[in-house]
C-alpha cells in the first residue's frame, strides 16, 4: 500500500541521519519494492514522496553546514571530510578479513546452532510451499476442493527473503573493504537479517503436528539464550 510505503520511506530517512552507510539498504530496498510493485516506479507523483520524506532525516545535517560554515570551513570540507567521512578513505579497499567478517563474528553472535537456523529459515522462505489456509484462500479455476489442491507459495515472503539476503550481502561486503579495529558495529545490520531469517522456520512450524510444534517453538524460544555469551 502506498501508505506503508510513504511511511517506510520516512522511516528509512531517518536511518540515513543516523549513519551514511544505511545507504547500503538501498539496492536491496529498490529491488523489493521493484518486485512487489513495479508500478511505483512510474507514478511521478509518488516517487517525488518518498523523495521529499526521505530527505526529512538528513535534513538535520544543515545544521552541521551551519554550525561549520560559521567557523569558516568551506562547503566541500564539511561535505566530504565531515559529512561523508573522507578522513576515513585511508581504511578502504585493503586485503579483506574473509574469516573474520563471514565467520568468526557471526559465530561469536549466534554460534553454531544460531547460523543453522538463520540458514534453514532462508530456505523454508525462499522454497517452503505455503499453508492450507493460504491456499483455500485463492480460486481454483478447476473447481479442486482444498483438500486436493496443492499448497501455494506466498511470493511476498519469498521478496523478503531476497531483502534481506542481499541487506546482509551488502553490509558485509562493506565491511570486507573497511578496515578499522572494530568492525562489529557496521554489521549490526547483516547480524539482524540473520536473525529475523530464523523466523522463516514457522513454515515449517505450522505444518508440524502438535507436539512436535510445541517442542520445536520451545528449542526457538530458547535460541536468544545463545546471546548471553556475548
Do not use: K
Not at 522511516?11 to 539498504?25: E, K, P, Q
Not at 534453514?120 to 484462500?137: E, I, K, N, Q
Not at 565491511?175 to 568492525?183: A, N
Not at 547480524?191 to 528449542?219: D, H, I, K
Amino acid at each position: 500500500a502506498p501508505t506503508d510505503l510513504i511511511l517506510a520511506s520516512f522511516v528509512y530517512g531517518l536511518s540515513l541521519a543516523h549513519h551514511r552507510t544505511m545507504i547500503l539498504l538501498l539496492p536491496g530496498i529498490a529491488i523489493y519494492v521493484w518486485l512487489v510493485d513495479r508500478r511505483v516506479y512510474t507514478d511521478r507523483r509518488l516517487l517525488a514522496r518518498l523523495f521529499a520524506l526521505a530527505l526529512v532525516g538528513p535534513a538535520l545535517y544543515l545544521y552541521i553546514f551551519w554550525r561549520l560554515l560559521l567557523q569558516g570551513q568551506s562547503l566541500y570540507d564539511i561535505l566530504w571530510g565531515t559529512i561523508l567521512g573522507g578522513s576515513f578513505i585511508g581504511s578502504l579497499g585493503q586485503q579483506p578479513p574473509w574469516q573474520n567478517i563471514l565467520g568468526t563474528l557471526p559465530l561469536q553472535q549466534f554460534g553454531l546452532w544460531g547460523l543453522v537456523l538463520a540458514a534453514l529459515g532462508f530456505v523454508c522462505l525462499f522454497w517452503s510451499p505455503g499453508t492450507a489456509r493460504h491456499a483455500a484462500s485463492l480460486p481454483d479455476p478447476h473447481g479442486a476442493t482444498t483438500r486436493d489442491r496443492p499448497y501455494v507459495w506466498p511470493s511476498a515472503t519469498r521478496h523478503s527473503a531476497l531483502l534481506l539476503l542481499l541487506t546482509y550481502a551488502a553490509i558485509s561486503a562493506f565491511c570486507l573493504i573497511y578496515r578499522i579495529p572494530e568492525i562489529d558495529p557496521f554489521l549490526i545490520p547483516a547480524f539482524l537479517c540473520l536473525a529475523v531469517g530464523v523466523s522463516g522456520l514457522a513454515f515449517v512450524l505450522e505444518r508440524l503436528n502438535r507436539p512436535l510444534r510445541l517442542a520445536a517453538e520451545v528449542l526457538l524460544a530458547l535460541t536468544p539464550l545463545l546471546l548471553l555469551n556475548n
